[in-house]
């Protein structure tokens, strides 16, 4: 039993504004398991205002000995051991969660959607996303993003208005808007989702600071539009937190600590009656593929996160047509190149 590391460094197409900064880099920690010949891959994305980094995600591991785990298939139990030994840390326990199920499917034989009896010609399409930019650039995102059904949005900034009026003058495709935090006050919340809503935008997601839950659950009450949580849900026990709150979640990996716990998630949302998005962070085909797994079960993907870098170093699930289309490979599906 072998268990690698290697910190590796994404190089984003485009610089990548949001509400709260902007950036052309995301550190990440790639992860292999290696048992009976058989390499399960797995990857932490580590963006800057999560709190992890590189050094974090070293220290997390160098705490780890897989050596005490014999059979990899109780991950149930191994799982448990990793999440317990620091709070925190969900990107790296993801890549390790990621990496264990690779090897798992790999030595079964099986991609993940078959074993969790899924059918890949049930995943959703996926948006592309159009941060926070001038107009030009804005159109020409928008003209680059001709095989998406759909766009999601980045609001939050000075100019959110000239953003969807410009993406208007090209394109009539359905939007998505991600504010990530951006509205601080409810009335000018509400009053920027009721115009959201004259023009053609889906859904919003994370409207206001995830510390003003009762700000959102008032928004909610009064919205024309459902609200999805994004930066205030990250694990399975948070979701309690968007009862009232939100109308959906956005589940990632990276914040849930993988495979295993967003699958629970799922489960959960469902039982309250909730929508279901599969996010990301920008990260390479590994993580990607990993997430596409789960995508047959939700209702909305956000998957488009290998498609903003320049160096990925796998390939796996990709984009036909505008949907996340599921590799046929074991595990998670994507194969180093
Ligand atoms: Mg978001």
């Known amino acids: 039993m072998k268990l690698r590391s290697y910190p590796y460094t994404l190089e984003l197409r485009h610089a990548f504004t949001l509400a709260a900064g902007s950036r052309t880099t995301t ?13 399960g891959y797995g990857e932490a994305s580590m963006p800057p205002y999560l709190g992890e980094s590189q050094a974090s995600a070293t220290a997390f591991l160098s705490k780890i000995d897989l050596t005490k785990y014999p059979d990899l298939f109780l991950t149930e139990g191994i799982l448990g051991d990793i999440d317990s030994i620091a709070p925190g840390n969900n990107a790296v326990k993801a890549a390790l969660d990621i990496a264990l199920h690779d090897w798992q499917g790999k030595k079964m034989g099986y991609p993940w959607y078959r074993i969790w009896g899924l059918d890949p010609s049930k995943t959703p399409f996926t948006t592309y996303t159009i ?10 995102r928008v003209t680059e993003a001709g095989i998406y059904k759909v766009l999601k949005v980045k609001l939050g900034g000075e100019n959110d208005r ?7 003058e090209v394109t009539d495709k359905p939007l998505r808007v991600d504010v990530n935090q951006g509205w601080k006050d409810r009335g000018f919340a509400l009053r920027m989702i009721e115009w959201l809503a004259s ?18 659950a ?7 539009l ?14 309690r937190k968007a009862i009232g709150v939100f109308d959906g979640i956005n589940i990632k990996l990276m914040k849930s600590t993988g ?8 489960a959960a949302a469902r039982a309250l009656g909730m929508k279901v998005m599969i996010g990301c962070m920008t990260e390479t085909s590994c993580a990607i593929s990993a997430a596409a797994q789960l995508s047959p079960l939700a209702d909305y993907a956000d998957l488009d996160g290998a498609l903003l870098i320049r160096n990925d170093m796998f390939s796996g699930a990709s984009i036909v047509d505008g949907r996340v289309t599921l590799p046929e490979g074991a595990g998670i599906g994507a194969i180093k190149l």
Do not use: C, N
């Not at 941060?131 to 020409?140: C, L, N, S």
């Not at 459902?226 to 026990?237: F, H, Y």
């Open 131 to 140: 941060g926070i930019d001038t107009k030009e650039a804005v159109r020409r």
């Open 218 to 224: 008032w928004l909610r009450a009064k919205s024309p």
């Open 199 to 216: 023009k053609g935008v889906e859904f919003v997601e994370q409207p206001m600071p995830k510390d003003q839950p009762d700000d959102i």
């Open 27 to 39: 550190a990440v920690m790639m992860v292999e398991v290696e048992q009976d010949g058989i390499v």
């Open 259 to 266: 495979m295993s716990e967003a699958y629970k998630m799922i």
């Open 162 to 168: 000239e953003m969807i009026e410009t993406i208007r």
């Open 226 to 239: 459902p609200l999805i949580g994004d930066e205030s849900v990250l694990r399975l026990a948070d979701i």
